[in-house]
């Protein structure tokens, strides 16, 4: 069955510093890819969507990878500041997307 | 522009009780979608919409059913509740699918059943 795994355990980065958060998948070959985060107590918000044919995404100080031999997906957080602190969810599919559990992010002043 | 809303943002049921939780969305989007999430894992989709008049079962649907009679509102409703019907439930909506398009998140309602 389709499977997505994220870390589990909550990632803690220092204030400045580059967050890297990896989001893995099996038995599945999704077209498109997304990135949401989620505050506490809150609906998820999205970030980027990034499509099968793309190696790399960026926004702002976000930047998502796609890689579609190592079935797997890197977003990075460059200069990363406390308010980047929240649980980021990984999402793939074709017509319906599916969500990995998330990673607690901790960035530290 | 109000985004999503839902309500109620809270209940306690009881077991075997049934309630409505109320969705809509005023953005004219096309596709909306119920989703539930327990402590500490992912998003699961329980109905989804392409439209008015349209739904369809995602991964968990059993214990709920939903309706689409206007393009604004998107009900779920749960019978017999049962704890493991116990959730955080979110609305979401896009105006194409899902997988190409932004997902816009109500704040969801958190359900305790007992």
């Known amino acids: 069955s389709q499977k997505i795994e994220q870390n589990s355990e909550a990632l803690n980065i220092q204030e400045g510093k580059t967050a890297t958060l990896t989001c893995n998948y099996t038995n599945y070959s999704p077209a498109y890819l997304q990135w949401y985060r989620q505050d506490p107590g809150r609906g998820p918000v999205f970030l980027l969507l990034?499509?099968?044919?793309?190696k790399e995404k960026r926004k702002e100080r976000l930047k998502v990878t796609f890689d579609t031999t190592l079935k797997q997906s890197l977003f990075h957080i460059t200069a990363s500041q406390p308010a980047d602190s929240a649980t980021y969810l990984c999402a793939l599919g074709d017509d319906k997307i599916i969500f990995g559990k998330g990673t607690r992010l901790h960035i530290l002043p | 522009n109000a985004g999503v809303t839902q309500t109620p943002k809270f209940r306690i049921l009881k077991i075997g009780q049934s309630m409505t939780l109320q969705c809509t969305q005023d953005m004219n989007h096309n596709y909306m979608y119920w989703y539930r999430q327990d402590p500490g894992m992912g998003l699961k989709l329980i109905y989804y919409?392409?439209?008015?008049?349209?739904?369809d079962k995602g991964e968990v649907p059993n214990g709920y059913n939903v309706s689409r009679s206007t393009t604004e509102d998107f009900p779920l409703r749960l019978e017999l509740a049962a704890p493991s019907q116990t959730s955080v439930y979110f609305c979401a909506s896009s105006s194409r699918g899902s997988s190409t398009d932004t997902q816009y998140f109500g704040p969801g309602t958190r359900l305790t059943v007992l």
């Open positions: 990034i499509r099968e044919n793309e």
């Open positions: 919409s392409v439209g008015a008049g349209i739904t």
